[in-house]
Nanobody, 122 residues
Framework: QVQLVESGGGLVQPGGSLRLSCAAS????????IGWFRQAPGKEREEVSC????????YYAGSVKGRFTISRDNAKNMVYLQMNSLKPEDTAVYYC???????????????WGQGTQVTVSS
């Protein structure tokens, strides 16, 4: 069955970096968009970044643009989120998600990972 498993979260100081990984299984990632979402306590879930499969185009939320970079390795069925210059407001559970029916980042995800905690604190 389709599975998404995130890893790489943890505690980091402000200004630090983390790289999140998402391993996809049960389907071929090549054909579908995939992205990262996050949810902080007491806040709504927000989309952080997405990468399409058709042309590799990317989307970033304004709050992370210039600091986060999404990438995918279709050969390994993996997607990554490199997070630099982390701020306390980046603290959240980060989820990997894919619309496993569309190559477009405009499509709503229908598969989600279990999430990985990122905490930015001194």
């Amino acid at each position: 069955q389709v599975q998404l498993v995130e890893s790489g979260g943890g505690l980091v100081q402000p200004g630090g970096s983390l790289r999140l990984s998402c391993a996809a299984s049960g389907f071929t990632l090549d054909y579908y968009a995939i992205g990262w979402f996050r949810q902080a306590p007491g806040k709504e879930r927000e989309e952080v970044s997405c990468i399409s499969s058709s042309d590799g185009s990317t989307y970033y939320a304004g709050s992370v643009k210039g600091r986060f970079t999404i990438s995918r390795d279709n050969a390994k069925n993996m997607v990554y989120l490199q997070m630099n210059s982390l701020k306390p407001e980046d603290t959240a559970v980060y989820y990997c998600a894919t619309p496993a029916y569309s190559s477009s980042c405009l499509a709503s995800p229908n598969y989600w990972g279990q999430g990985t905690q990122v905490t930015v604190s001194s």
